[in-house]
Nanobody, 121 residues
């Protein structure tokens, strides 16, 4: 089992940057596919990015967001650049067993509590 704690959210102006962190405890994060999802008010939770031996991204964040992991720190990051108001959401870190192109929330067994990202125009 793994426990996940996100940090790094906040308020930023359009065009700005934030870096989210997800600290994992329990089994090492390197054993899992790690993902980031987001949920805006009134909308369904959507996949943003994932990482194992490869990375996957939501089309609308490609070229702006970068997912990475530091196995020594058991931490996964989401670097978000050129943020836009439509990126405003609660961002969740998640872990899925195995290495695959997991992009659906039900494929992830473990979730963090979420961190709010607000982008002002």
């Amino acid at each position: 089992q793994v426990q996940l704690v996100e940090s790094g959210g906040g308020l930023v102006q359009a065009g700005g940057s934030l870096r989210l962190s997800c600290a994992a405890s329990g089994r090492t994060a390197s054993s899992y596919t790690m993902g980031w999802f987001r949920q805006a008010p009134g909308k369904e939770r959507e996949f943003v990015a994932s990482i194992n031996w490869f990375t996957d991204y939501l089309d609308s964040v490609k070229g702006r967001f970068t997912i990475s992991r530091d196995n020594a720190k058991n931490t996964v990051y989401l670097q978000m650049n050129s943020l836009q108001p439509e990126d405003t959401a609660v961002y969740y870190c998640a872990a899925a067993s195995g290495s695959y192109h997991y992009t659906r929330s039900h494929e992830y067994a473990y979730w963090g509590q979420g961190t709010q990202v607000t982008v002002s125009s």
